[in-house]
């Protein structure tokens, strides 16, 4: 699909971003934005959130920011209802935001932390599509591009990590449910798996103790920094951006796909 066609297609449409104050989530909004749409930002970080939305507004596109913890169902509703009477329905959707905490052996964690975790990772998602979906159905279309990780896909392969490896294979699970109930509608649901990309969430694992999550654990995220092998936060949000308005469903997408 062209560059052209997807201005087309998202121009003048309204676009919930997660996440957005910064990294990926931030790159995808700016991007939405250069493609035409209106964008809604959702974080907590209000300071953050506003440099994107100004970034926005100097190359002349629309945005706005929704200041809202993501577990908070009722703010959330209030947000949403405040951006869809600025910029209409919000027929995008996608749903960035994650934590990568708690980490360290299973023994060790805490259910409250546990219980936080997966209230963002997966609760969080799944209770802004249902906010969304109707004004989805009554246009006839809409797309909406949940954030992965490749530890869904070898969750062996980080022990240490069993919280996020398991959240977000729940919200894959969810995403290809959701795309085989929306089969049909002009509704799609996809998966995108970003990459090792180098983001304060990485930053934040290479600066906890080695004793705390485990020695190999750390040593692993320290040596992928060293090597050079992260990516921008700005290439992987075009992989993202070069297919969330094509009509696939039911897919799990990759950076490097």
């Excluded at 090597?227 to 969330?244: C, F, K």
Aim: charged share 20%; net charge negative.
């Amino acid at each position: 699909m062209s560059a052209s066609t997807t201005d087309d297609v998202l121009r003048d449409r309204a676009a919930l971003v997660t996440g957005a104050g910064r990294g990926i989530g931030r790159c995808i909004a700016v991007g939405l934005a250069k493609m035409g749409a209106h964008v809604a930002l959702l974080a907590r970080s209000e300071n953050e959130l506003g440099e994107t939305v100004a970034e926005i507004q100097a190359n002349g596109g629309i945005a706005t920011a929704i200041v809202s913890d993501i577990r908070d169902a009722d703010g959330l509703r209030r947000g949403i209802d405040r951006v869809r009477a600025e910029l209409g329905p919000l027929v995008v959707l996608v749903n960035n935001a994650a934590v990568v905490a708690p980490l360290g052996p299973t023994e060790a964690l805490d259910a409250t932390e546990v219980a936080a975790a997966v209230a963002v990772n997966i609760v969080a998602p799944i209770t802004l599509s249902t906010m969304l979906l109707p004004g989805m159905a009554a246009t006839g279309w809409g797309r909406i591009a949940n954030i992965s990780s490749g530890i869904a896909a070898t969750p062996a392969s980080s022990p240490g990590m069993t919280v996020y490896a398991a959240s977000k294979a729940a919200l894959e699970a969810h995403t290809l449910n959701l795309a085989a109930e929306l089969d049909g509608s002009g509704i799609t649901a996809n998966v995108y798996r970003p990459g090792a990309v180098d983001t304060a969430m990485q930053q934040w694992i290479r600066d906890q103790p080695a004793e705390r999550i485990g020695t190999a654990l750390h040593d692993r995220f320290v040596a992928m920094h060293a090597s050079g092998g992260l990516i921008n936060p700005e290439r992987s949000a075009r992989s993202l951006l070069d297919r969330i308005v094509g009509p696939q469903t039911g897919q799990i997408w990759s950076v490097d796909d």
